[in-house]
């Protein structure tokens, strides 16, 4: 990605958040293949020629139409001579022997069913790999493997939060939240934000954003929507006198972490450093609408939920951090730092030249002050 930045009005931008990125993928035939050599990268801990490849995925899910040959990838940014030759290959041959290489290799296969597991990241994976571990049931069984309760929560509901979640259930999940919030605070507004809030049909988890309008409130909600959860079941095990608290429990993992985020604080270097607000991982037994798993014998599923509380001035950058998509926020942050000597990041954006922080309502706020057209969330699948 060295092309000047200076673009004529018809090229397409290095940066993601120049291009309007629906989820109408014309190139998924070769953004499938960029992405898994990525990946793979991901996993043997080479960062920068993964993020290459990722970059070489996101400019083809931006075009209009499919490439139809080699050529037309000339006039396009951020794809080398690897991309290059990975398009080559699949136009000649209709797929990649490269590709297929590591879709089939043990390590990779072995990675990415490790880190499929919620709480399981890439070092625990590869450390599991090189151990010899395999499968599941080699993990459970080794005995000097301890699971934190992460990972233990994430292999007992594997089934479950491996399957994606529909949008349906996001907006069943979203009245669950939006009840208990309301309850512990009348003036709070909950919003989907995530990969939903980009207009994709499925995802992994939901992604919530609580707004609290009076100060301080953004610090005490999550613990006390937690705590609703939790005395929701005790009421009703009280009412209902003795039913196996499975039935009941609505909150089957929760993970809160307190916020750690200062006003002062400048807008960090590190990309891949969470944030600093108030906010809780969750997984939540979800009622199922129609037919009831029979083999399970249970009218319910459990799905993985995120809810983020930031202080309200703050709120719109972390609405913006948390819409994504992933290399979105990478590249405002690149461009915002490249381009306008600003730094960006889920909590503000600090003008270096003035040395102050510039303030933001909404995010349509946030691109004019970056001097970028605004790019709606559905636009921002890069
Ligand atoms: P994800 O839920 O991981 O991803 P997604 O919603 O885009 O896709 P999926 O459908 O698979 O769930 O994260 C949503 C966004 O939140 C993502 O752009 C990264 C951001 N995020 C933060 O900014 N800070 C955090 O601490 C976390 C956990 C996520
Ligand atoms: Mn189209
Ligand atoms: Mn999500
Ligand atoms: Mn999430």
Redesign the pocket.
Same mark, same amino acid.
């Given at each position: 990605c060295a092309h000047p930045s200076a673009t004529p009005e018809s090229a397409v931008s290095q940066y993601a958040c120049q291009r309007r990125t629906t989820l109408d993928n014309h190139n998924k035939i070769f953004t499938d293949a960029l992405e898994v050599l990525a990946e793979n990268l991901e996993f043997c801990g080479n960062l920068g020629q993964s993020l290459a490849f990722r970059r070489a995925a996101s400019v083809l899910k931006s075009l209009p139409a499919a490439l139809r040959h080699l050529q037309e990838t000339q006039r396009l940014p951020c794809l080398g001579e690897h991309s290059r030759a990975i398009i080559e290959e699949i136009f000649e041959c209709g797929s990649s022997s490269r590709v297929e290489e590591i879709l089939n290799d043990e390590r990779y296969r072995t990675m990415k069913l490790f880190s499929s597991v919620f709480g399981v990241g890439p070092k625990t994976s590869e450390n599991w790999f090189f151990r010899g571990l395999r499968t599941f049931e080699q993990v459970l069984s080794e005995p000097s493997i301890r699971l934190n309760r992460m990972q233990t929560a994430g292999f007992l509901f594997y089934e479950d939060i491996s399957n994606p979640v529909s949008r349906t259930e996001a907006n069943a999940l979203k009245i669950l939240v939006e009840e208990a919030v309301i309850c512990v605070n009348p003036s709070a507004t909950v919003s989907i934000? !995530? !990969?939903f809030s980009?207009g &994709?049909e499925? @995802?992994?988890?939901v992604?919530f954003i609580i707004k609290t309008p009076e100060a301080g409130q953004e610090d005490v909600i999550l613990p006390a929507v937690i705590e609703r959860f939790k005395s929701q079941v005790q009421k009703r095990l009280f009412q209902q006198k003795v039913l196996s608290e499975d039935c009941l429990n609505i909150l089957l993992y929760s993970d809160f972490q307190e916020s750690t985020f200062d006003l002062r604080q400048l807008p960090t270097h590190c990309f891949e450093a969470?944030?600093h607000f108030s &906010?809780c991982f969750l997984i939540i037994k979800l009622k199922r609408e129609q037919e009831t798993d029979a083999r399970a014998g249970r009218d319910w599923r459990a799905v993985r939920v995120?809810l983020v509380a930031p202080p309200l001035e703050r709120f719109a950058y972390a609405l913006l !951090?948390? #819409? !994504?998509? #992933?290399l979105f @926020?990478r590249d405002l942050r690149r461009f915002a730092r490249l381009e306008r000597g600003k730094l960006l990041d889920?909590h503000a954006l600090y003008d270096k030249a003035t040395n102050t922080f510039l303030p933001a309502n909404t995010e349509e706020d946030i691109f004019a002050h970056l001097g970028l057209e605004y790019i709606e969330p559905w636009q921002r699948n890069a």
């Open positions: 934000t !995530g !990969g980009r &994709k499925f @995802g992994h988890d992604d969470m944030d &906010k995120d !951090g948390w #819409t !994504g998509s #992933t @926020g889920n």
